[in-house]
């Protein structure tokens, strides 16, 4: 790989990201609570899979206060088909609400505002099942500070575009992949991965064929693995 191939490919997959958020106006902020129910979901539900859970909880229960007080299988089984971790997932949502509304009822949440992101990203991730990615969606999409959720999916899209060293989640990683960008596109980067590549780049049986960064990534880096599932069991 020549030394300016990782600048070339993050250019190209900036140039993809503007390009997919063309026309789609402003895009409105979910609430901090509405955003850690969709990411603790999402983690094990994929993008999609999460936004369709979301509606259903929201059908079935009145508020999130509601869901909280809610016993654990009843919230599972809101969740729809049945998930072998919808029950752990349901208690993880239990948890960080209970811990917000209850525990901490003293911290508004619009106090978020005047912390620093460092500060926003502690105090997130001080929360039960609130990891540096879930707390990353957070901070992104909720309060429009410039981090890069790094989840796993994210890092092996990095990783196998050339742009970091290893697949790996941890923070070195993620800053290197967000030093790439402005800050400003890194709303647009999520956005498009998790709309176009997150559900093809699966860590085995990545559906290459089908991605648009195919012309971008590096063949060598790619899978060569057996087909998988994109939900974890
Ligand atoms: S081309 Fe394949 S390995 Fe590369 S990002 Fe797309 S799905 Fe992942």
Redesign the pocket.
């Known amino acids: 790989m020549s030394k300016n191939q990782p600048r070339e490919r993050a250019e190209q997959l900036a140039a993809l990201a503007a390009k997919h958020l063309e026309g789609r106006g402003e895009r409105a902020p979910l609430s901090v609570v509405d955003q850690l129910v969709y990411s603790l979901i999402a983690r094990r539900a994929g993008p999609a899979g999460a936004a369709k859970i979301v509606r259903l909880l929201q059908e079935a229960f009145v508020d999130w206060n509601e869901l909280r007080v809610s016993a654990a299988h009843q919230v599972a089984r809101a969740m729809g088909d049945d998930r072998p971790w919808a029950l752990e997932v349901a208690q993880q949502m239990k948890d960080v609400l209970t811990e917000l509304f209850c525990v901490r009822h003293n911290v508004a949440l619009g106090t978020f505002k005047e912390m620093t992101p460092a500060q926003a990203r502690n105090f997130l991730q001080s929360l039960p099942h609130v990891d540096r990615a879930v707390a990353g969606d957070v901070l992104l999409l909720s309060l429009g500070m410039p981090s890069l959720p790094f989840h796993e999916t994210t890092a ?2 990095f990783f ?2 050339g742009l970091t060293p290893d697949d790996r989640t941890i923070q070195s990683n993620q800053r290197a992949a967000e030093h790439f960008f402005e800050p400003g596109l890194l709303l647009a980067v999520h956005l498009y991965l998790s709309e176009c ?1 997150f559900d ?3 860590a085995e049986a ?3 064929p089908e ?4 012309e971008h ?1 590096d063949p060598h ?3 060569s693995g057996r087909k998988k599932g994109h939900e974890t069991s």
């Open positions: 092996r899209v196998r575009l590549v093809l780049c699966d990545a559906k290459c991605c648009p960064l195919k990534c880096l790619r899978p």
